[in-house]
């Protein structure tokens, strides 16, 4: 069975960092490109990073471009996301996603999902 | 960016009856290269995370009941649930993955009537 559990949010101030993990289990790792995705308080899914299994090539949108960093460690399974220079509006339940894709880091949908772990940027 | 749409915002289906969720997407997500609609449904039910089911489109992921069936090609798609079951109460997702960024529709939400 797949599983992924997401690990590190939490309550930081402005201009604050974190580091997101999600420890994977039950499929090859090294082989499907992973993703971030999060949600905000009563609100709609957003995409914020990915990754290729293939090559560790990355993506993100736009918001977060300079202030994020996606990398992957396949020897330990898991998948990080560093957050810097953190602002309120980045406050949002983050979700750590199984792409289908290994050659991709963008072209995928997601299955399945973590539960996600809370980041609130406050102070 | 592709921005998607999704129509209604809400709405309520008596147990049996069907129900009908669109999405539109600003541009095309089909890529004629290899035939294939660039476009994904997922369900998410309160305080859970979200579920794939529907992937290029019309596939449905394995284990999801074939009452629900996805539809349509280029910038106009269609999520069907035949009939309407209790456990269905959820949220819809829309989603392309056409190129970066990827992008969600805003979400429908589905009620019993």
């Known amino acids: 069975e797949v599983q992924l559990l997401e690990s590190g949010g939490g309550l930081v101030q402005p201009g604050g960092s974190l580091r997101l993990s999600c420890a994977a289990s039950g499929f090859t790792f090294s082989t499907h490109a992973m993703s971030w995705v999060r949600q905000a308080p009563g609100k709609g899914l957003e995409w914020v990073s990915g990754?290729?299994?293939?090559?560790?090539?990355?993506y993100y949108t736009d918001s977060v471009k300079g202030r994020f960093t996606i990398s992957r460690d396949n020897s330990k399974n898991t998948l990080y996301l560093q957050m810097t220079s953190l602002r309120a509006e980045d406050t949002a339940v983050y979700y750590c996603?199984?792409?289908?894709?290994?050659?991709?880091?963008?072209?995928?949908?997601?299955?399945?999902w973590g539960q996600g772990t809370l980041v609130t940027v406050s102070s | 960016d592709i921005v998607m749409t999704q129509s209604p915002d809400s709405l309520a289906v008596s147990l049996g009856e069907r129900a009908t969720i669109n999405c539109k997407s600003s541009?095309?997500?089909?890529?004629?290269?290899?035939?294939?609609?660039?476009l994904a449904w997922y369900q998410q039910k309160p305080g859970q995370p979200p579920k794939l089911l529907i992937y290029w489109a019309s596939t449905r992921e394995s284990g999801v009941p074939d009452r629900f069936s996805g539809s349509g090609s280029g910038t106009d798609f269609t999520l069907t649930i035949s009939s309407l079951q209790a456990e269905d109460v959820a949220v819809y997702y829309c989603q392309h993955y056409y190129n970066t960024p990827l992008t969600f529709g805003p979400g429908t939400k589905v009620d019993i009537k």
């Open positions: 541009q095309s997500v089909f890529y004629s290269s290899n035939n294939k609609n660039y």
């Open positions: 990754i290729s299994g293939r090559d560790g090539s990355t």
């Open positions: 996603a199984k792409g289908n894709n290994f050659y991709s880091g963008y072209q995928n949908w997601f299955g399945p």
